[in-house]
């Protein structure tokens, strides 16, 4: 792009409403919730994906200074030629082991696993067909595999059966997300395995939000609908949300996750997770098992959310997840609530286009289990206040 064009095109978002903005994380002050300093002001973080809480718990944060005295800060290779460590080996095998599967596969980041997934199993002559609201990552990955892309409306499942009418050649992929990251509400996944059975089709969940904190013990949103691994051969999960850390693995059969590690590209041409990071994983997977209040907890306040929200009169999108999203459309409105919010001392991000489709600008309330009952009634009250005062504003 020209210089000119960029100028253009960043003018352009500002004046739609749609320019980004970082905010120094300068502190986090686990004492108190999850609270955040920004700015020299102490925030209560409303949109993270740490769900559990575990981001600072102890048990995390001792493994990674133990295995970083032990391994070192980086992992210094990838995987497959000097990277790969202990703390990997062992975590892929609790990972495999927490999933029910196998084998699971670290990635550095659930970008990449979602990448490896489908362009490793996808055939240029068969179809992904997948949910429209799915993660980004896995319609770039999509793209990549040079297979033939077809997406139908969220959640809607017939439709879906109707892009495997016309027989294709190739293999094909049936894909969603477990828990959809900025809605909340979980695939229709029965139905899903259903038509993947019917139509051998490989279907790939990616339970990015739904593993630590869905199902009887948090084994995901696989685990809440009772699927085994052979209604869904492919599992995706990441370990910087509910786990409080970073990096992803997919898991799987021995062939699939093999054909992972002998083929995927962002396997094998990227430096290893660092193996402190590794650890803190573990730890944090051990902490999600042993401390199951955490996953009970984070429930209960979305359920508080819901009915405290619900009786003031808020909409929020129907959800049993601690994703809780308020949708008002307009970009200008989601961003002027947020930032009157973000003045009253709670950090709720305006979700604008394209992360959400054009006209479903939200905020995307999430909890945490560190929250306190009165952390989200006060939201509820600050909201009430900055949805009243903005009505007017902005269309
Ligand atoms: C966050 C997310 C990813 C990406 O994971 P990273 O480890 O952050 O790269 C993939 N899929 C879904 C559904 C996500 O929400």
Not at 50 to 64: C, E, K
Not at 348 to 354: D, G, T
């Amino acid at each position: 792009m020209k210089r000119e064009a960029l100028r253009a095109g960043l003018a352009q978002l500002a004046a739609r409403h749609l320019q980004r903005r970082r905010r120094t994380v300068t502190a986090i002050e686990s004492d108190a919730g999850p609270a955040v300093v920004v700015d020299g002001r102490r925030l209560i973080n409303f949109c993270g994906n740490d769900y559990l809480g575990l981001n600072s718990h102890p048990a995390l944060t001792t493994a990674l200074t133990r295995s970083a005295a032990i391994a070192g800060a980086g992992s210094g290779a990838s995987h497959l030629i000097t990277g790969h460590g202990l703390e990997h080996e062992r975590l892929e095998a609790e990972l495999a082991q927490f999933t029910g599967r196998a084998r699971a596969l670290l990635f550095s980041t659930g970008y990449m696993a979602n990448l490896a997934a489908i362009t490793c199993l996808a055939e240029r002559d068969g179809r992904v067909v997948m949910d429209r609201l799915c993660h980004a990552s896995l319609i770039d990955a999509a793209r990549l595999s040079g297979a033939q892309l077809k997406r139908f409306a969220h959640a809607d499942y017939v439709a879906a059966g109707v892009m495997f009418e016309r027989g294709g050649t190739g293999a094909d992929l049936l894909v969603s997300d477990g828990v959809f990251s900025m809605d909340g509400d979980l695939a229709p996944l029965p139905q899903l395995a259903q038509l993947a059975a019917a139509n051998a089709a490989c279907l790939i969940v990616d339970d990015a939000h739904g593993l630590g904190v869905m199902g009887p013990t948090g084994r995901g949103t696989l685990e809440h609908f009772q699927l085994d691994s052979a209604a869904v051969p492919i599992l995706v999960g990441t370990l910087g949300k509910a786990f409080g850390c970073f990096g992803a693995f997919v898991a799987g059969d021995e062939d699939y996750i093999e054909w992972l590690l002998q083929t995927a590209r962002s396997y094998i041409y990227t430096t290893a997770l660092p193996q402190p990071v590794a650890a803190a994983a573990r730890a944090a997977l051990q902490v999600a098992v042993s401390e199951g209040w955490r996953r009970e907890r984070v429930l209960q306040l979305a359920a508080r959310l819901r009915r405290g929200a619900t009786d003031a009169g808020i909409t929020l999108l129907p959800s049993i997840s601690p994703i809780q999203p308020v949708v008002l459309g307009s970009s200008a409105r989601t961003l002027a609530v947020s930032e009157q919010l973000f003045a009253a001392g709670f950090w709720v991000a305006a979700i604008r286009e394209p992360t959400v489709p054009k006209g479903s600008a939200r905020l995307r309330i999430t909890l945490c289990a560190a929250h306190s009952e009165a952390q989200v009634d006060a939201l509820i009250e600050a909201l009430v206040r900055a949805l009243r005062d903005t009505s007017d504003a902005a269309a």
